[in-house]
């Protein structure tokens, strides 16, 4: 009985932490886009890993690239949160973004955890059925 009660622990805690850690990857992405919404590139280049700060070098060169490839981000309408996916060590968090004409988009963010803070480390567009666009 006390291994079944310690393992029935032990899940809970995991599940938690796994919930926390979704919370967590969630409020990262909803900040970035609420930053967009209302064109504070720095805001939203702070969200973005040093992988993605040295490709886009300053808070205009991203905040252009985002604007110009990825308009659903710069302006999204509804945004939906899917099932975050851990595949190779790597943390996936796939979103469904609807852009101003109502069309609806599947996004997949690469996140990482950088000092206990998760970041962007890389967005791409997906089809529907989760095939790269």
Do not use: C
């Amino acid at each position: 009985m006390k291994t079944l009660t310690l393992a029935a622990a032990l899940w809970l805690g995991l599940a938690m932490g796994a919930v926390a850690q979704s919370d967590d990857i969630r409020q990262t992405i909803r900040s970035q886009l609420d930053a967009f919404k209302s064109d504070d590139f720095a805001t939203a280049y702070d969200y973005a890993s040093p992988t993605i700060k040295n490709v886009f070098r300053n808070p205009e060169m991203f905040g252009h690239m985002v604007q110009h490839g990825y308009p659903m981000v710069w302006r999204p309408g509804a945004v939906v949160f899917l099932d975050i996916e851990e595949r190779d060590g790597r943390i996936f968090q796939p979103v469904m973004i609807e852009d101003r004409s109502g069309k609806v988009h599947v996004l997949e963010y690469k996140m990482i955890q950088i000092e206990n803070e998760w970041q962007i480390d890389g967005v791409r567009l997906l089809d529907s059925d989760g095939a790269i666009a």
